[in-house]
Nanobody
Framework: QVQLVESGGGLVQAGGSLRLSCAAS????????MGWFRQAPGKEREFVAA????????YYADSVKGRFTISRDNAKNTVYLQMNSLKPEDTAVYYC????????????????WGQGTQVTVSS
């Protein structure tokens, strides 16, 4: 069992930056690939970024490539999402998730989810 708690969301102006954190419980965190997803009002949950268990492989949605960076610190049981050059269309609830396989881009393949953190980007 893995419990995930996101933090770091908030309100930021377009062009600004935020760093999301996802703290995981359990001693098996380092064996999971981790992903970030987001869901805007009235839209489906979409893939943002994923990272392999050791951090060597990273994947990004085209919409965030070059602006967002995913990383992890297995000693701290934490995964991060650094978000730069934020745009109003990045506004959404951001979720982190853990995947025994992966890293993968399909939400249904993830085993555990956090409760989400709101990111709002004003124009």
């Amino acid at each position: 069992q893995v419990q995930l708690v996101e933090s770091g969301g908030g309100l930021v102006q377009a062009g600004g930056s935020l760093r999301l954190s996802c703290a995981a419980s359990g001693r098996t965190f380092s064996s999971y690939a981790m992903g970030w997803f987001r869901q805007a009002p009235g839209k489906e949950r979409e893939f943002v970024a994923a990272i392999s268990w050791a951090g060597g492989n990273k994947y990004y949605a085209d919409s965030v490539k070059g602006r967002f960076t995913i990383s992890r610190d297995n000693a701290k049981n934490t995964v991060y999402l650094q978000m730069n050059s934020l745009k109003p269309e990045d506004t959404a609830v951001y979720y982190c998730a853990a995947d025994r396989g992966g890293p993968r881009v399909v939400a249904a393949t993830y085993d555990y989810w956090g409760q989400g953190t709101q990111v709002t980007v004003s124009s």
